[in-house]
């Protein structure tokens, strides 16, 4: 997981869940965007670099 995200997850801004658990229906996909949508926004941490290129 990059860095950046990281941070967010652990501060409890950004919502992290697998690929399976997303997909397994419908209902929990809908769960997932509108727990996402509810964060407040004032969690969000940017306070590492931007990566200038991938890799």
Not at 28 to 48: F, H, S
């Given at each position: 997981?990059?860095?950046?995200?990281?941070?967010?997850?652990?501060?409890?801004?950004?919502v992290y869940g697998?690929?399976?658990?997303?997909?397994?229906?419908?209902?929990?996909?809908?769960?997932?965007?509108?727990?996402?949508?509810?964060?407040?926004?004032?969690?969000?941490?940017?306070t590492r670099p931007l990566?200038?290129?991938?890799?």
């Amino acid at each position: 997981m990059p860095d950046r995200l990281a941070d967010n997850v652990n501060l409890g801004y950004a919502v992290y869940g697998t690929w399976a658990q997303i997909t397994a229906n419908a209902a929990a996909c809908q769960y997932m965007i509108e727990a996402a949508n509810a964060r407040d926004k004032q969690l969000i941490v940017n306070t590492r670099p931007l990566k200038q290129r991938n890799g």
